[in-house]
């Protein structure tokens, strides 16, 4: 089982069963396999997908966001959201489209 709520082998979570195996790092972590990262990279990509389709009403995206999060090492999540933040600030950046706060504008 997984250290976090929710996660067991049966899943295909990350954690899975590692400690019991010794692979764990010098804090407790270890590198992801190469089925693991493409499961996390596809839970993300579904879960971004989702996001993108249902702009209005990203609460039907749970479901998918509860598989990245189940994929994913915490700080990749993180990482990720942090990305998708930039991306699509960059996004509208370029078209033209975003506009400053007002609280931005006047400083």
Known sequence: TGSRKGHSKQE??????RASLGCLGPRG????????????WGARDEYW???DEKAEDASQCEQLRSAFESRCPQQWIKYFDKRRDY?????????????????TAQS
């Open 12 to 17: 295909g979570g990350f954690a899975e069963g």
């Open 29 to 40: 972590m270890a590198a992801p396999s190469m089925k693991e990262r493409q499961a996390c």
């Open 49 to 51: 997908k989702c996001l």
């Open 87 to 103: 991306l699509k600030f960059k996004e509208k950046f370029e078209a033209g489209q975003f506009q400053p706060s007002k609280t």
